[in-house]
């Protein structure tokens, strides 16, 4: 039976946040690391992936209520534009900027417990970092507070409605504080091996956001929604909270505790040594801003438009990146051992299986798209002529797809070194100005549809400047060899795309429609892939004829072991002491 949490070796180190962790397991255990066995992490990352894809299936409940009780209209833009403060602080305070900077300074806290006979480390860095986070985010959300008529004039100047957006950013900015805490917790909880409660948390914001919205829609509109965004993110931290407490509590109270951390830890998470994380993800959540700027002066519904169509577009592109997020301890353990070459094949077939999913999931949406939008939103206040503008707009946003996955996937090469680099972020923002250029001619010819074709070019822009830079960082990903499996997936995706299309308008019931449509992309995008020349990432390596030498068939035997761990498979962090 899995429980909560992966308990580490009295004398060893917690993983720094890569692995997933949520029962007891079977731990290989070296001097110096702690390492989860592959069982243990194949288990725990099926774990975490279900609570993702519940907390997924939550969320896109919450848009199809917003969708049957507020349609796509002057409301639903209003409470979209406030959404933008959610959105942002989840980015920073729970996903990247806080894990990142968090995570490694509680398992070196973690690492020197295990050696003090006085004084508790972790305790000490609680002590220390948690009352300035709690007083800089608290006057971060009043400000937001008192700031809302200005950021809403900022962030969307054309609403029909700012007052009512206001209202809602009012309400809105009260997660800034929720998610830190959320954020801090669930750092904290990775750091100690235990990854159940942090997975849970969108399931209990999307819980938060749909029980208040039902219970307050008829007083208050869609500011009940807002609401349910304030009263997610306190569920967020009391699904955590408990456990918190219980890990913090598994050392007796100390004899004499240290009166504050070592300095490179507070210097850690006063100046902010990830920048480059920071700015990365500062820049790609900027994509959103960007389009609703930029819709806002269009005819009301736009934004709501996007918005819906954006949903669901992405969820071939989040099924995709779970594979590279369960692979990606085993690249930065290679990294650590300093095997770059299994890093770089690990790399390759994860990007190449990514490309695939989401390549099959993007099909099925262009095929599809009316479809998909009409059986799960088209009731209430959401009509049919808001289910062909989404369904138009999706069938353009699908086109960034592959876009979105590489650059989720290539990312983590970059940011799995020691020290964060700055190219990312260059390459997001080269990628976002052309979405605002892009988007500013787009959006006046085409509307919604132009802005999300922006949003595609701008991220294929970000996903071909990582690729093409690749080979010069961490991990020497070979981009030729890459792209052309890429381009000859593409272009198994785009024959699928039409053969699902001609069978979606041949068939009248929509559930039918979309069953056959899917059935035959996958169909005609596997047959297409197995006739054509495989990639060159994907066949095993070619056996020479000569005879090898002894060190030539160890050397061999080394590398097909590498290449044939399995996902969460344990990779030396020191080569010397196996010798």
Not at 140 to 151: E, H, K, S, T
Not at 230 to 236: F, K, P, Q, S
Not at 403 to 423: I, K
Request: hydrophobic residues 55%.
């Amino acid at each position: 039976m899995l429980g909560t949490r992966a308990a580490p070796h009295p004398q060893t180190r917690p993983p720094a946040g890569g692995g997933a962790a949520v029962g007891r397991g079977r731990h290989a255990r070296r001097k110096g690391g702690w390492s989860p066995s592959g069982r243990f992490l194949l288990r725990a990352a099926v774990v975490t992936a279900a609570l993702t894809a519940v907390g997924a299936v939550l969320g896109l409940v919450r848009d199809q209520i917003l969708a049957g009780y507020f349609g796509a209209g002057a409301e639903t833009d209003a409470f979209l534009v406030a959404w933008t403060v959610p959105e942002f602080a989840s980015t920073l305070l729970i996903e990247d900027a806080m894990a990142l900077i968090l995570v490694p300074a509680f398992s070196r806290a973690l690492a020197r417990r295990a050696g003090t006979l006085f004084g508790d480390p972790v305790r000490a860095l609680v002590r220390t970092t948690l009352p300035r986070l709690v007083l800089t985010v608290a006057a971060v959300a009043a400000l937001l507070v008192a700031l809302a008529p200005l950021l809403v004039s900022a962030l969307a100047p054309g609403l029909p409605d700012p007052q009512l957006a206001v209202d809602c950013t009012r309400l809105t900015a009260t997660c800034v504080l929720s998610f830190a805490l959320a954020g801090y917790c669930s750092a904290a909880l990775r750091a100690h091996g235990s990854f159940l409660p942090p997975a849970a948390i969108y399931v209990a914001y999307n819980v938060g956001i749909i029980g208040t919205t039902l219970v307050l829609r008829e007083p208050f509109g869609v500011r009940s929604a807002a609401a349910g965004v304030a009263v997610g993110g306190v569920l967020m931290v009391l699904v955590q909270a408990p456990s918190l407490l219980r890990e913090l509590r598994t050392r007796p109270v100390p004899k004499e505790e240290p009166r504050s951390v070592p300095a490179g830890d507070g210097r850690l998470l006063v100046l902010g040594m990830i920048a480059p994380v920071v700015v990365f993800a500062l820049s790609r959540q900027s994509q959103i801003l960007v389009e609703r700027f930029l819709a806002s002066p269009l005819p009301a519904g736009a934004i709501s438009h996007l918005n819906y169509a954006q949903k669901v577009a992405q969820m071939p592109m989040i099924l995709s990146l779970m594979l590279c997020t369960v692979s990606f301890p085993v690249v930065a353990r290679a990294l650590a051992a300093g095997d770059a070459e299994a890093a770089r094949r690990r790399v390759e077939r994860d990007l190449l299986l990514a490309a695939v999913v989401v390549l099959i999931g993007a099909s099925t949406v262009i095929a599809a798209a009316p479809q998909i939008v009409e059986i799960l939103f088209q009731r209430g206040a959401f009509d049919r002529a808001d289910t062909a503008a989404t369904a138009a707009v999706m069938r353009v946003y699908a086109l960034g797809l592959l876009g979105q996955t590489m650059v989720g996937a290539l990312v983590r090469c970059y940011f799995s070194a020691a020290r964060p680099l700055w190219y990312p972020a260059a390459a997001m923002g080269a990628g976002l100005a052309a979405t605002a250029v892009t988007g500013a001619v787009g959006a006046r010819v085409w509307g919604a549809a132009g802005i999300a074709g922006a949003n595609a070019l701008g991220i294929t822009l970000t996903a071909v400047l990582l690729l093409s830079g690749a080979h010069r960082q961490t991990v020497p990903v070979d981009a030729r060899r890459l792209g052309e499996g890429l381009l000859r997936l593409a272009t198994a995706g785009a024959w699928a795309t039409g053969a699902g299309w001609l069978c979606s308008v041949l068939v009248g019931t929509p559930v039918l429609s979309l069953a056959v449509a899917a059935v035959v992309v996958v169909c005609v995008f596997v047959l297409f892939v197995a006739c054509a020349a495989k990639a060159p990432e994907i066949p095993p390596l070619p056996r020479s004829p000569r005879r090898r030498t002894p060190h030539a068939r160890t050397g061999r035997a080394a590398s097909s072991a590498a290449e044939a761990s399995p996902v969460g498979g344990d990779v030396p962090l020191d080569r010397r002491r196996l010798r």
